[in-house]
């Protein structure tokens, strides 16, 4: 709620400082300062301050703009990201928004999905699917950091922590990736199309000689991102292991 309500305060400042902004500049481009205080005699008193006011405003107009332009650019810069979806016309999407908070949001819908980054099961899931799968998420958080990449997301946590789950899914993949890939349809081949000696997916990936490796890892790389994706509020409950 504090967090809420500063946010408010923040924008109704921005709000009256950009107003201000706009009124000198209307102010001295449009208004004769010195007929109207030439035209009244009660306030002949203040004319010297008054117009030695009027005259540094109205030779400041280029100053005036120029600051205007630099301040609500720098407001643009935390709040507006342009993503490119598709590349054809109509293709892009102007979305006016603070880019860290989009960039939270983007990252939760995706993991939302991801069971085995949080529960792997040996005895039920494919290491060669599941290593696929740790390759298109690295991708895809490599991706929406490029896309959110501003000053103001580089300092937050969702950044710093979308950088700590690439290192893990790298060190993962570098370690494992290639190398099970390779065995994985070398073993396919091997065993070819006959039914006659069927195997489970579960036997057939035991004799992986770095087996006991293989799983080990994602049971590390699984702790490390429900830790991670606290943060980015993704909902793991419900990929807990229920006992039957």
Known sequence: MREF?????????????????????????CFNFRDFIESRNSLLL????????IR???????????????????????KLVVRVEKLDVGGMSVIFERPEELFRQQ????LNTKRTLFYFDPTRDNIYDCINSCYKIYEFIRENMSVYDTKSSQKSEYYKTANGMLYELNEFLTNHQSDYKRWYKAMLEKMGSTC??????????K???EYAAVVEDFDNLNSAFLE????FEVDTKKWEPRNN
């Open 5 to 29: 309500r500063k946010k408010i305060w923040d924008n109704r400042v921005n709000i009256i400082i950009i107003a201000l902004l706009l009124v000198l500049l209307l102010l001295s481009l």
């Open 46 to 53: 203040l004319k010297t301050n008054v117009l030695y006011i």
């Open 56 to 78: 540094v405003i109205s030779r400041s107009t280029p100053l005036i703009v120029f600051l205007l332009l630099i301040y609500i650019w720098r407001k643009i810069a935390t």
């Open 107 to 110: 990252i939760k819908n995706f």
């Open 196 to 205: 006659d000696d069927f195997k489970s997916i579960t036997e057939i990936q």
């Open 207 to 209: 004799e992986y000689k």
């Open 228 to 231: 991670y994706v606290k943060i």
